[in-house]
């Protein structure tokens, strides 16, 4: 079945580690996202990409790096820099071309649960 | 700066009450959607909003949206307690999704 796969489910990080959170989707989505979300709050965005090779910032990059050298993945990685990671992230992902309106929202992964230790 | 404004954020009533959501954005946009999230758990979609006056009914939800007046409501008729879960809506321009501060219901026996 067609879906979006994240990985870890749970992911720990020691103080001055970076850590990579990956997602994968076998959608063929051309646009991908990255979300944080913490405790009673809603999802702010953190990297999008419209399309292989390009990604923009979204409203708090500070503190992430994404890639995107493959349609079907579009990993995070948290810094150092990121003083606060503790925090839900989910990945999603969209069409460009929706052959169908089920297609045009996006589609989430599971979510990873990212811990300071 | 677009925002998606919900309220109530929080909701807690009754069972068999019924109730409405309401979805205010600052944008012109005529696609609009509603997700549902359970505790600890990714986001589903619920239903694809696509033009001014569009509705559409899911068993105890029913959806609506006014792009007039850049409002969507989700009404929710004989509340039952499968439904408690955190419900957002989200607005797409076409480049980006912006998302509702999120409305948690509770419903209580």
């Known amino acids: 079945d067609g879906g979006i796969t994240q990985s870890p489910k749970y992911l720990f990080r020691k103080e001055g580690q970076n850590v990579t959170l990956s997602c994968e989707q076998n959608?063929?989505?051309?646009?991908m996202y990255w979300y944080r979300q913490d405790p009673g709050q809603g999802l702010r965005l953190i990297y999008y990409s419209q399309i292989v090779n390009d990604f923009q910032k979204g409203d708090i990059a500070e503190g992430y790096s994404v890639s995107r050298e493959k349609k079907e993945s579009f990993p995070l990685t948290v810094t150092s820099a990121q003083k606060n990671p503790t925090a839900f992230y989910l990945c999603?992902?969209?069409?460009?071309?929706?052959?169908?309106?089920?297609?045009?929202?996006?589609?989430f992964g599971d979510g990873t649960r990212l811990s300071i230790l | 700066e677009l925002k998606v404004e919900q309220n109530p954020l929080f909701l807690s009533m009754q069972e068999g009450k019924n109730y409405t959501i309401y979805c205010n954005y600052s944008t012109t946009s005529d696609r609009l959607y509603w997700y549902r999230q359970d505790p600890g758990k990714s986001l589903e979609s619920l239903f694809v909003l696509l033009s001014n006056g569009a509705v559409k009914q899911e068993g105890r939800l029913m959806a609506s949206l006014d792009t007039k007046a850049r409002l969507s409501t989700l009404h929710i008729t004989a509340a039952v307690h499968d439904l408690s879960a955190t419900y957002f809506c989200?607005?797409?321009?076409?480049?980006?999704?912006?998302f509702g501060t999120g409305t948690s219901l509770t419903v209580i026996p």
């Open positions: 999603a992902s969209s069409s460009n071309q929706p052959q169908h309106p089920i297609d045009l929202p996006q589609h």
């Open positions: 989200a607005v797409d321009t076409g480049n980006q999704f912006y």
């Open positions: 959608l063929n989505h051309d646009a």
